[in-house]
């Protein structure tokens, strides 16, 4: 293959969005919490370490979510990609750690796993010059 494929284009057009806009939505509702109360995901050894009330940390994993989320959208996909899987490892050690939410720990490494695809098929794409054939 000598040409970014269309068919993965489309692959990574889905990942893309996907994985950009999903950091966005759960980033702000950490200020409103109307998913879920973040809150309770948070393992109680981060809350040992980190001088910060619950709420407050959430509000700055609300800005991390964000920022990851805007930056997959962005030009810089390839970093927020990397950006959004070592988020969502970090994500699932917080939760493995709370000894419960063993479910969406492996969700989350599952998502990370797609985060690293997106990545991957960015450095593919960005070394064709994003040209998309059929």
Sequence with gaps: MTTFD??????????????????IVSGI???????TDWGMYLSPYVTKIVPLS??????????????AGV??????TKIGSYIVMLWLIGIALNLLTTGMFYDIA??????????????????VREAYGQAVVN
Excluded at 7 to 19: K, T, Y
Excluded at 29 to 34: G, L, S
């Design 6 to 23: 269309k068919r993965l284009n489309a692959s990574w057009w889905a990942l893309r969005i996907a994985l950009g806009v999903v950091p």
């Design 29 to 35: 509702d950490k200020y409103f919490n109307k998913l």
């Design 54 to 67: 619950t709420p407050a940390f959430m509000h700055i994993v609300g800005v991390v979510e964000i920022v």
């Design 71 to 76: 930056l997959v959208l962005s030009r810089w």
């Design 106 to 123: 492996v969700r989350d490494l599952e998502i990370a796993v797609g985060a690293f695809a997106l990545s991957q098929l960015s450095t």
